[in-house]
Each structure stands twice: as structure tokens, then as C-alpha cells.
């Protein structure tokens, strides 16, 4: 079955840098690749996804970039901002009925 | 805009008994999912439920571990006998057709004494 591996687990950066998450997956077929945000004692919320037919998917100050080839795939936030502090999940699925497979998550803190 | 909810939010059991978490998942979704979240830990799947029948389950979900679609709306997961291990949030979630995205409920914690 599918793995994910997720790095850093923890990662502080100041207020306006750049942040980047990465992961690693192990099943070639996966083909569906969401990032989740979960704030303390909430649910995972959907930020930002991307699936195998691109490279790169940007939305505002996030972005994800896919190598296929080399199975990993990162998140980048740009001029981060205090409400950015969160636990960040990666996730891989080939899309369809089957289960979104998670990463054990980054622990993102923007110092102000 | 439509969401998937949970309850009850928390629930606190001894050990040895029966709970039964419901969700009602978004109601033109087709696929459902319980996961597990331990406290500081990743999310880690369960079970999945479409057409009416498992469609795949964890090593998680064991005998203890039963879900079912009682009605047109509802999706319940029920552990049977409750073990220490078990206190976690549980989140429900559901999906639309081949998409892929998930839609998370806000998580049932239980805590099992």
C-alpha cells in the first residue's frame, strides 16, 4: 500500500519568509495529492491539491509543486503570517474509492 | 455550503463499553470514511464505505470496529467494547465521485477511562 513520508516535522519560521514542506510517496500509481491545515483541536481543511497530469498548482501565497518522477511533492507558503501556524498534513491517493493515505504532519509556527 | 457533521463532539466511556459515533456526510457524496487521530499524531485511515459496503478497511479496524449506513443519511462507526487505545478524535468524512477530495466532519474525541 501507499506511504508517506513527511518533512520537517516541526518548523518555525519570522513572519513574512518563505515556508516549504515536503513529502515523499511510495505508490507510483497515486495520482491525487491534497494538502490539509488543522488548527488545534479542529479539522483538517483542504488548502490546496494537485494531481498528476500538472507540476505546479499556485493559489495566492500557496503553492504545490509534483515531481513524478522522483515521487515528492512540496508545499511552499509565501510571506507567511501568524494565522499560517498550524499542523500541515500531506496526502496521497490514486483518486477514486480509495483512502487518502496521510503524512504525520509538519508543525508550522510564524514567529511575529 | 453543505458540510459533513459529527456527533457527539466528545464523548468520555469506560473501558469495556459500547459507543457509536454518527456522521452525516454530505448528502450527494457517495464515498465515506472514518479516520483516527490520536492526540499530537498523524491522521491515520479506518474504513471506507460505498454502495452500501466496506471497501476497504486498516488493520486498525478489527472486529471490534463496525459501521454502518442506517439510513439515507446517516453513517455511524460503532466500537463494541472499548479499549484504552481507542481515545482519539474521530473524523468522518465523505466524497464525491472520483474526485478524490475529502470532505472532514469536525471530529468526534472519545475518551475511553
Known amino acids: 500500500g501507499e506511504n508517506v513520508e513527511q518533512h520537517p516535522s516541526t518548523l518555525s519560521v519570522q513572519e513574512g519568509d518563505s515556508a516549504v514542506i515536503k513529502c515523499t510517496y511510495s505508490?507510483?500509481?497515486?495520482?491525487?495529492f491534497p494538502w490539509y491545515k488543522q488548527e488545534l483541536g479542529k479539522r483538517p481543511q483542504l488548502i490546496i491539491d494537485?494531481?498528476?497530469?500538472?507540476g505546479e498548482k499556485k493559489d495566492q501565497r500557496i503553492a504545490v509543486t509534483l515531481n513524478k518522477t522522483a515521487k515528492h511533492f512540496s508545499l511552499h507558503i509565501t510571506e507567511t503570517q501568524p494565522e499560517d501556524s498550524a499542523v500541515y498534513f500531506c496526502?496521497?491517493?490514486?483518486?477514486?474509492?480509495?483512502?487518502?493515505?496521510f503524512g504525520k504532519g509538519t508543525r508550522l509556527s510564524v514567529i511575529a | 455550503e453543505p458540510e459533513v457533521t459529527q456527533t457527539p463532539s466528545h464523548q468520555v466511556t469506560q473501558m469495556g463499553q459500547e459507543v457509536i459515533l454518527r456522521c452525516v456526510p454530505i448528502?450527494?457524496?457517495?464515498?465515506f470514511y472514518w479516520y483516527r487521530q490520536i492526540l499530537g499524531q498523524k491522521v491515520e485511515f479506518l474504513v471506507s464505505?460505498?454502495?452500501?459496503?466496506?471497501?476497504?478497511k486498516s488493520e486498525i479496524f478489527d472486529d471490534q470496529f463496525s459501521v454502518e449506513r442506517p439510513d439515507g443519511s446517516n453513517f455511524t462507526l460503532k466500537i463494541r467494547s472499548t479499549k484504552l487505545e481507542d481515545s482519539a478524535m474521530y473524523f468522518c468524512?465523505?466524497?464525491?465521485?472520483?474526485?478524490?477530495?475529502?470532505?472532514f466532519g469536525e471530529g468526534s474525541r472519545l475518551t475511553v477511562l
Open positions: 505508490d507510483s500509481a497515486s495520482n491525487y
Open positions: 464505505f460505498y454502495n452500501n459496503e466496506i471497501s476497504e
Open positions: 494537485i494531481r498528476s497530469n500538472v
Open positions: 448528502s450527494n457524496h457517495l464515498y
Open positions: 468524512a465523505s466524497g464525491g465521485t472520483s474526485t478524490g477530495e475529502l470532505f
Open positions: 496526502a496521497a491517493t490514486y483518486s477514486g474509492n480509495t483512502p487518502l493515505v
